[in-house]
């Protein structure tokens, strides 16, 4: 086990290291200047910019300047917002990220099981296929969509009840987290209910429940210990990206719902080409991705102990 | 009895059911349990909304929504409006616009600009929000900071009228040698390089605001990083900055103008560009003012909503390519293209926007001349859509190029949705009526910025916001020597006008010069006027007294004030 855990920890090390020396690549690569901006500067202006983001210096040392930084877990000054430390800004609104990301994917586990296990159960029967509807309305449409529908929807509540019960828009209170988590969940959640449900029917068919239901075990403890804990082990293998894909992939439901995430400040950097800001982040959000794999990983071994041998 | 219903009477399928509803239960449960945590460690780290009404009569509270995080509110860096509109709330200079845009006196109670410098002298109950007096020497250490190379600000070359300023920027002397000087507390000296006609419009702008040297220093180079690494001279104070969350604003107590201040509190809890979502956020009462989009239009009528609307200030036009191997330096090409060039059409069918106006010449309306009104001063000549001349002048084109048909021409455009609607408008007008070929070239902010610089274009969407309310922030702009002379237009008998109104004193003489600079404009078909910016908002009734203008704090709140019944 500690072999194995070490082993993949080495991976992770290595894939992050690589993830950091292709988004510098592909950051100089890109066409377009970081300190450009509508306003052209003078040479000299632009001279004393370049000096201070130590853009003035070879490419070589760059990267070796940004390296050495980043194993001190220091992704220097954002370029847009001058004065801040990219480690502040990660610190600030990766916090609000994994809040949002945690209930959406606490979401999305809870319900894609519950669902997924109940078409199962009723296969091809009327609640089968609302549900397995629904499902395919939530893997398909786009969550810029769902979350503007569901703050029209919010709006129009509010009006009608002549109170405010949900806020619209906004980050702090309990009452702010609960729509914008069910709408960033809801295409995970619709993903999840599809694979539990195939993978239900598959056990339910399988030789060990037949074997069970012979020798007479009690159908509780079916259902439970033989056929719900099997047809989880898939769903657990995607719930890891998931986290991760999630937690960063919310930069819509953060620019509809006004929520000071991570993945605000990233699509922001992208697009104003904030060089440590992007750099900073890609890092993070990479060996966030590559630990959460890991941690997956190590999970499955605990539920399906024939993992470790391997 | 098929298969599936008998699947469903199976007493295991029952048993299933009632376990996965205990699950489902125990689940939720589990959910609330975390929700509540989350939200409570939330809290502790500081999030952000109190969940406000737009407006509260009893504790003069107004609430609104901002579009961007302030990068940091360093007046000595400041570029974006957003960080300009805070400040102007924040902070005050010398001087600042009143109610009806004019010129009246802030910290500086009276001045004196003659063509070699300026003194200034302050008032004596100017304080900061910490009780300290604003003296002369805020001023003087911000605007040598400014010129520091150090700092590198990109505003620097606002302040290349002082004395000394360009050469201490370049790193050439030290920034004790720039021409500005405390000479006692209340007494402000300025030395100029050059004459400058306008330096009382100039020191009203955000980058020549006061910055207090010993809490400058005391913050470790983290000055305008949050509320606590600020001391506040303006009618408000910064109370609460969550980066990308909250800033809320309170009136501050030691302003020397306070009574003049109804507002209490100015909160804005939400930060986000999306338009739909600000529109959702009026809609529910929740902020009292809201910027419109052409797809919020409609809706806001039907709703019966009260539209407001003025022109922001800036100017939008297509500028051409001038480099030699171009085809679009053909003054018959441009020409031809400049009759057939409509922009009303533009403008009323195209953008369809209330507060737009089509443009007509790169001096917006708003601006002033010698006394009136700048356009009405210096009418523009007139050039109407004639397709004839127009077709004259491309057979001409045709010749001098030495082609039977003009090649595409490109267009580089952005990415807004505006941009987008103006670039296919033009492609349409001119395959039509000349059978030119238009290639749009979307890039998004920064590759734009990059092939404009270097020149990757033929014609190429651009436009101007005012730094300052003087002509020249529009006059120099194709000067041979200006950055933001993309395409290298290089005239020398406009390099000449644009000397004259930067170095005269003399008011009738600046705009004679200006006036010049529109005629070649326009004769030279240098570019191609399509729309002065408008912008659209509903704002909620009980709020009154927001002034809204051209350069400078826009939207203006600092002397609003609430109704209860309107």
Known sequence: MLTYTLKRLLQGIVTVWFIATATFVAMHAVPGDPLANERATTEQIRRNLEQRYGLDRPVSEQYVVYLEGMLRGDFGISFTQENRRVNDIIRENFPVSATLGILAVTYAALGGILFGALTALFRNRLPDLVI???VILGISVPSFVVAALSQLALVDMNAFLGFSLLPVAGWGTLRHMIVP???????????????????????????????????????????????????????????????????TGGFVV??????????????EAVQQLDYTVIMGTTVFYGGFLVSMVIVVDLLYGWIDPRVRLE | MDEQTRAYRDPMSRVAMRQLLWLGALGAAGLIVLM??????????????????????????ITLVLVQEPPQLDSTRATDQVSILILGHIMEGLIRYDASNRLVPGVAERWDIRSDGATFWLREDARWSDGRPVTAHDFAFAWRTIVDPANASEY??????????????????????????????????????????????????AVYFPVREDFYLSRNGRYGTDAEDLVYNGPFMMTRWVHGAHVRLEKNPNYWNRDTVQLNVIDMPYVTSDTTAIVNLFKDGSVVSATLGAEQLDDAMKLRWNIGRYSDGSVFYIDFNFRPERITSNLHLRRALQYVNDSSELVN??????????????FPAWLTGVEGPFRQEYPPPVVT?????????????????????????VLLTGDAPIANKQAEYVQNLFARALGIEIRIDKQIFKQRLDKMTSGDFDMVAAGWGPDFADPLTYGDLYASWNGNNRGKYNNPALDAQVRIAQNSLDPRTRMDAFGEIQRILIEDAVHLPNYERGLVYVQDPRLKGVVHRAVGTDPDYSQAYLVENP
């Open chain 2, 349 to 362: 069918k195209v953008i369809a926007l209330p507060g737009y106006q089509p443009a007509v010449s790169l």
């Open chain 2, 385 to 409: 859509p004639d397709l004839a001349t127009a077709r004259q002048h491309l057979e001409l084109a045709k010749r001098d190029l030495g082609v039977a048909e003009i090649p595409p021409l």
């Open chain 2, 156 to 205: 620097a070359f606002i302040l290349y009228y002082l004395k000394n300023a360009e050469a201490i920027n370049a790193g050439k002397m030290s920034p004790e040698a720039l021409g500005v000087r405390a000479v006692s507390d209340r007494v402000l000296e300025v030395e100029f390089e050059r004459p400058v006609g306008f330096f009382d419009k100039l020191v009203a702008f």
């Open chain 1, 132 to 134: 397995m509807f629904l």
């Open chain 1, 254 to 267: 953060e620019l509809v719902f006004a929520i000071p995430g991570l993945g605000r400040s990233f699509v």
């Open chain 2, 36 to 61: 509540v945590a989350l939200a409570w460690a939330s809290s502790i780290t500081g999030g952000g909304s109190g969940a406000g009404r737009a407006t509260d009569f009893d504790t003069k509270t």
């Open chain 1, 181 to 247: 988590s069910m709408v960033l969940g809801l295409g995970t959640m619709a993903y999840l209910a599809r694979l539990m449900r195939s993978s239900m029917l598959e056990i339910t068919n399988s030789d060990f429940i037949r074997t069970a239901r012979a020798k007479g075990l009690p159908p509780a403890r079916i259902f439970l210990k033989h056929q719900l804990r099997n047809a989880i082990l898939p769903v657990v293998t995607v719930l890891g990206p998931a986290i991760a894909a999630i937690t």
